[in-house]
């Protein structure tokens, strides 16, 4: 019958071995770099926001949420670190959130990535 345990090499009298000082696991990459997951999910929202002193509100739906923000389409083209507000349609809930991301311009508007600001759980009405 065979042995099957491992067999270490033999160390050579006097050495021993070290652990590499700077070694580093590789830098996660795509989905690993997440902070949660992401669903695509279109969710009637609200978006309000402050330009030249007045208080503007526009409805949009998203295209993808997770529990720390969301990927929407609004008719409105807002600059990335804009403050908005968003208020969800179907729970009425409301979380301010910031835009991160500006994507390409569709039909229906422009893609623009939130950071909500204050996460809060269940907000979009998912289990996420």
Known sequence: MSDFRAKRAPIAPGRSIQPVAN??????????KRRGVRVNSRVPIAVEWAAGGQSLRKEAQ?????????????????????TIQLTNMVNRQTNSGVIVWRGQERAE??????????????????DL
């Open 23 to 32: 070694a580093r696991p590789p830098a996660p990459s795509g989905r690993e």
């Open 62 to 82: 998203t295209r993808v949420v997770g529990p720390y923000g969301c990927m929407l389409v609004l008719p409105m083209n807002l600059e990335v670190e804009q």
């Open 109 to 126: 508007g422009w893609e623009l990535g939130i950071e909500l600001i204050n996460p809060q759980m269940g907000f979009w009405g998912l």
